[in-house]
């Protein structure tokens, strides 16, 4: 199985892990990923990290703007199998049909559930405790092909976005490994998926990094370790933004409106939710570093003339 030809597409830090895996196991031909951005006001270019492993390891690298339109250096390589992992365009008919042994799909959900871009963000967001890996066969359609195997993992109270990042990237690394033989030697059974159980995980949006506080506590609190550490949960204090990283569910059944400041604590600002009270305790305040709230207070002259004041 040596000489079976890999042609691998994926473009976040998240696709990195299962090619590296591939890399070291089978013979991986040519690598896929988006264009490299211009980042910051210098516009420097900026590769991503799946086109680094594939430099590093003397790989191809293609680029397409639109591989629904250029794809013909790809099947020009006469690929046996394709396997993309969050690689961030749908692939056209003529690509799905061309590999003897199909194009294969990692994707960090359970399908049919969380199709779309932002499984992992949204697993947490809407507070699931079970999510997972998901290989499958790829269509037209958006994450709808037949299921080949999925395993599935639990999601702490205690996860980020980061941290579920990483583990479910190791596992859909192992799951691949696994599963790679029986594709090829045809003893997979492909199980279609159900489509009135689907539901979506589109890309966050800025407006869904705002934190509403109008919320109750369960909810800020997956919607704050949900955008941690990308792209980020903010509101607004005083005309000036905030970024929120961390928080923990508080007791207090304080009165005030969401998002009222209604307690100091040692290491916390005690926030208003739609039931009860939300402690912040990490925060950017606009043009200054990340802090605990904790260092945050401990710089304030009255950490008193805060109570009061409103999140919005």
């Known amino acids: 199985m040596n ?9 976040p830090d998240f696709s990195v892990g299962p090619l590296e895996r591939l890399i070291k196991e089978y013979n991986v031909i040519a690598v896929v990923t988006q264009p490299d951005k211009e980042i910051g006001r210098k516009k420097e270019i900026k590769f991503s990290k799946v086109k680094e492993v594939a430099i590093k390891n003397n790989i191809k690298v293609f ?15 006469n690929p046996d199998i394709i396997i993309t992992c969050a690689y961030g365009q749908i692939l ?72 579920l990042f990483n583990r479910l990237s190791r596992l859909g690394s192992n799951m ?22 689907a539901t979506y995980a589109y890309n966050i949006t800025r407006e869904d990094e ?24 903010y509101s ?5 933004k905030v970024k929120i990283y961390e928080s923990k569910i508080g007791n207090s059944k304080k009165d005030g409106l969401p998002g009222e400041i209604i307690n100091i604590y040692n290491d916390s600002i005690g926030v208003k939710t739609n039931n009860g009270e939300i402690l912040i305790t990490s925060l950017q305040f606009e043009g200054k570093k990340r802090v605990s709230t904790k260092d945050y207070l401990n710089g304030l002259q009255d950490k008193n003339n805060i109570i009061g004041k409103k999140f919005i």
């Not at 000489?3 to 473009?11: C, D, Q």
């Not at 092909?145 to 976005?161: A, L, N, P, R, S």
């Not at 934190?211 to 949960?233: A, C, Q, Y």
């Open 3 to 11: 000489n079976l030809k890999i042609i691998y597409m994926g473009t």
């Open 63 to 77: 680029q397409p703007e639109k591989i629904k339109q250029d794809y013909n250096e790809i099947i020009n390589l």
């Open 92 to 163: 056209p008919k003529e690509l799905l049909d061309f590999p003897k042994y199909g194009c294969i799909n990692i994707h960090a959900s359970l399908l049919p559930k969380l199709r779309g871009g932002a499984p992992i963000h949204r697993a947490i967001i809407d507070g699931h405790n079970i999510t997972g890996i998901t290989i499958m066969y790829m269509n037209e359609k958006m994450d709808s092909g037949d299921i080949i195997y999925q395993e599935d993992i639990y999601i702490y109270d205690e996860d980020t976005v980061g941290t």
């Open 176 to 197: 691949i490994i696994k599963v790679l033989p029986n594709i090829i030697n045809g003893t997979i059974i492909r199980i279609r998926q159900d489509e009135k159980r």
């Open 210 to 233: 705002h934190i509403d506080f109008n919320k109750t506590s369960r909810e800020v609190f997956n919607h704050i370790r949900g955008l941690n550490p990308w792209p980020v949960g």
């Open 236 to 240: 607004t204090l005083d005309n000036k």
